[in-house]
């Protein structure tokens, strides 16, 4: 089963007026709270940490690191922008994916997108294609995926970000299959780390890595196109169950972005029902 390659078809095929109003709309939504929870971030102490590496590491002034009136190339701009966006645990949510899908798709997408002035629509389509191939490869290996310890917004968002800024940068099927190919030895990401500063570096490393996935993959660089299904691939590697019928049998059918959950809460959404309950028990 070719699926790696079927939903590299899928990817770069489908145009944005083939995506349905309500998902385009839901995607300005995650446009929206991603961009306030990275900017509620840039006054938290992490954000100096990140400033003071970013000018240390230098770069072209390609991309814009939002809240910190900063411009570095486009790899360092996605990374500093998933990690801000993930440092205060605000960011969205998506079930089957089992993770945050907009915080490493939309810094991917904002670093090519500005360096390449690309159109409102271009942003969207690829927001909702990479959020798209995030979450049907997590509903394929969750839950035994994050139960083994991986923390999906880092290991399974590199294969989003790397669709997302791919699409930008206009990719042909076999490169964004070559581009998934990059992003799956990139994947990684450890639950151990919950409640330390690497918890957001995960997000920012998925940014980053799938966006240098694609930027290679635009220049021929080659990477497996069946990383997702090989005998040594993604699912078989990172995962002791999993259905890859799940990854292509809704492509077009199904969009997850319109499950996309925005949290009340700045803090783990698998506690918001505790702390309802709390609230409510005050108020009683």
Known sequence: MEVTQRLADFIVSSKYEDIPKQAADMAKRCILDCLGVTIGASIEPISKIIRTYIEDQGGKPQSTVIGLNLKTSSSNAAFANGLLGHALD????????????????????LAIGEWIRA????????????????????AAVNPSHYMKGWHNTATIGTFGAAVAAGRLLNLDSEQMACALGIAGSQSAGLKENFGTMTKPFHAGQAARNGTVAALLA??????????????SGFCQ????????????ENLGKSWDILDVIFKPYP???????ALDAMIFLARE
Not at 120 to 138: F, H, N, P, S, W
Not at 218 to 231: D, M, P, V
Not at 237 to 248: A, F, G, P, Q
Not at 267 to 273: A, L, T, V, W
């Open 267 to 273: 803090c783990c959404g698998s506690i918001h029902p």
């Open 119 to 138: 159109s409102g629509k271009d942003l969207i389509t690829a927001l909702v294609l990479g959020i798209e191939a995030e979450c049907k490869i997590g």
């Open 237 to 248: 590697v990172m995962s002791e169950r999993y259905d890859l019928n799940k990854i292509t």
């Open 90 to 109: 605000y960011d969205d949510l998506q079930m089957n994916f089992w993770g945050h899908p907009t915080v490493v798709t939309l810094p991917a997408a």
């Open 218 to 231: 635009s220049k021929g660089f080659t990477g497996a196109r069946n990383i997702l299904e090989g005998k």
